[in-house]
């Protein structure tokens, strides 16, 4: 019985040590890994304040301002002016998206609301 | 294991035959078989120590061997954190109110040398002093052989800078990283933002500290770590803001002005969607503070908030406004307004001599600036209440606005209140306040009546400040500032579809030994728009302006800020979402039908 039970301990310390050992290494591997991601978090969000910087810094307004002016002649933009605003009343309504002259169809079944939509 | 017999039958037969002892055969043995038992256990013994030694031995081994390995390590920081959140040492962005940056970090470099390990120093103080224009070779070669192991050479470096200093080669040259305060937008809003620069600073990195207006009054707010990544929302409007700037800096060359400021503020929420100050400067490189001259000509003057002025007529309204909030008159009271209106040694007259006189009802005082009826209806309030009143507006006190440069701007008031600081007080003379306190009180007036506190950041909520007057009091008060822009001194400030109202003030600017300039005036007008429901404040102050269109030189408001003003509004209020109101266009009876 002693036996026995000196090879079971020895096997099982065999077995705890081992799994001890992987998962030590596993367990580097996970933190170089975490290491290297937070590395490239950080320099893509360095990246991403830099890319904000230079959006902010190309869309300034003086120099938005200068190009509405050197391109005057293809975009027309001016300040907005009180006198821009209207009723809705004074819009046209757009274009119908349908052609006037499309024939009613009326065998077909599978578009529903066709024929509800006769006033 | 056979075990040897004491007394073997053998020897102990031929002994006997001999006539010898067989006993001494048997100790012989025994002593023989002692023998062997005492080797055996003292092997056991010695074979136990030698374990046990080398058990020893080999522990004591690893623990000093691990000791050792301690003591001769680098130290080294723990290079995992637990939770997963990484805390951002930077400073906090700073945007406005639709999220534009206004201020953000940039990552660059500093440039520091260490002269011990450097080559040739002769070459590298050559070679700098052409990749940098400012700096002089022989200081730079005195300073990097004089001995020291250490000196900076820049704060800040650009990448293609960066990249020639690389190409020098030395291993004397050395980069520290550098988080830089960055303003993408140049001088707009300058005076709101200040400015930032170094504090202590290693070879690692260095803390960003704020030297001027919100950066410097919410320093700590931006520098918490734990705010890092939330950016600080300002009221501003990065593009309501660049109009403001454009047309005041153009109404300011037109009235050759030596400086300007326009404030435009929410009346709701008091916050202060646009705050201009001119000159300007640009934050990215801000100037350094100006020693020589008068500090008032410095760009970096905050002309809104520090700059302390006497503000002319635009205070009449707050006297009035009080006279009828007290039951003492009403907008149609007759006043006499014949001039002079004497006290004690002064006598008080109208601008330009000019006489309103004999009768004029409130309503005219205003419309006209009569400073003899705003003095008469001081004198009927009263020197204790009309200070409490303007105190009450916030008037004689700092502005509590969130810019550094606001704990400067003291309003200037009379030590003692007699009669005649009254007088002059009620129409805006021997009392100074800064734009934006004044701003402040007229946005009290146009938000019906309940104060309303100036604010630099984002808030949604309408202020819910104490009452200073009654709605109908400040509505009374709106509708005669309305009178002065549709037939008074702001003519010219009459927007279509805005229904301005507002105030003039021309003060004559103080000489610094006493005695005021004949031909130096600061001109104000105080706005409020549109008056059928006050919704924006706007202020503009002009300093030292003149309108030379006409025969004469013309240095009133009326001629000045007033135009600036009422172009300003033009410009902004569509930006701000607001429909001019024209005639109303009777509804198409037909489209009015739903279906």
Redesign the interface.
Known sequence: MRPVIYITIFVTVMALAFWAYRENYATQRALREVTDLQQKIASLSEALSVQHAEWAYLNRPDRLRDLAALNYDRLGLLPLEPEQFGQVDQTAYPPSQLPVDMPLVLETVDVSGTQGAQP | MTRTPLRPLARILSARKKGENPDKIERENLRLRHEATRDKSRARAEGRLLFLGVAFFASFALIGARMGLLAASEPEEA??RASGS?ILAQRADITDRNG??LA????TFALYAQPKDMVDPARVARELAAIFPDMKSEDLLRRLTDGRSFMWLRRVISPEQMQQVHDIGDPGLLFGPREMR?Y???M?AAHVLGGASFGAEGVQSAEVIGTAGIEKALDARLRDPGQAGTPLKLSLD??I???VE?VLATGMQMMTAKGAAAILMDVHTGEIISLASLPTFDPNNRPNDAITGDPGDSPLFNRAVQGVYELGSTFKIFAVAQALELGLVNPSTMLDVTPPLRMGRFNINEFEGKNYGPLLSVADIIKKSSNIGTGKIALLIGGVRQKAFLTALGLLDLSPVEVVEARTGKPLIPKRWPDIVTITAAYGQGISSSPMNLAAAYATIANGGTKVVPTLLHSDTPQQGPRVMSAATARAAVDMLRLVVTDGTASLGD????FVAGKTGTADKPKRGGGYYEDKVINTFASVFPANDPAYVLLVTLDEPVETSGEEPRRTAGWTSVPVAAEII??T???LGL??QLEV?P??GL?AVSN
Do not use: F
């Open positions: 290079h995992v990484p534009r940056v953000t970090n940039l990552q960055l993408p937008n140049g707009l990065l593009t803001q660049a109009t454009e927007v279509p579809g805005y033009r410009r209020a569509p930006l429909r001019p266009i509804s198409d489209t």
